[in-house]
Nanobody, 130 residues
Framework: QLEFVESGGGLVQPGGSLTLSCAPIGFTLDDYAIAWFRQAPGKEYEGVSCISRSPGSSYYDDSVKGRFTISGDNAKNTVYLQMNSLKPEDTAVYTC???????????????????????WGRGTHVTVSS
């Protein structure tokens, strides 16, 4: 089971911004693609964004496209998820995971493996509320 150090969650007002960080432990961004998943209260997990292994193509679910930006810093071995124009419906536990492959099919982020909790972090809470 791979491990990560996740940070950056918190409480933010609607329209505000947060940046989440995901730092793999024991492996690098050259080894795996890194995806962010989220689970809103009472809902199932969904894919949010993903960055492939270097050179790092980025993929977004339609629900966050244009508002979220994923990036990787190989020197710091860290993936960032910049979240702008946050909405109350973005409230969720956000978790990063190591995956082999990312793509978007009809606006929905798909990863290989899918949502199977293999090589997932522990998650960080994001609350968007006034």
């Amino acid at each position: 089971q791979l491990e990560f150090v996740e940070s950056g969650g918190g409480l933010v007002q609607p329209g505000g911004s947060l940046t989440l960080s995901c730092a793999p432990i024991g492996f690098t961004l050259d080894d795996y693609a890194i995806a962010w998943f989220r689970q809103a209260p009472g809902k199932e997990y969904e894919g949010v964004s993903c960055i492939s292994r270097s050179p790092g193509s980025s993929y977004y679910d339609d629900s966050v496209k244009g508002r979220f930006t994923i990036s990787g810093d190989n020197a710091k071995n860290t993936v960032y998820l910049q979240m702008n124009s946050l909405k109350p419906e973005d409230t969720a536990v956000y978790t990063c995971a190591a995956v082999w492959h990312c793509t978007v099919v009809e606006g929905v982020l798909r990863t290989t493996p899918g949502i199977d909790f293999t090589n997932w972090g522990r998650g960080t809470h994001v609350t968007v509320s006034s």
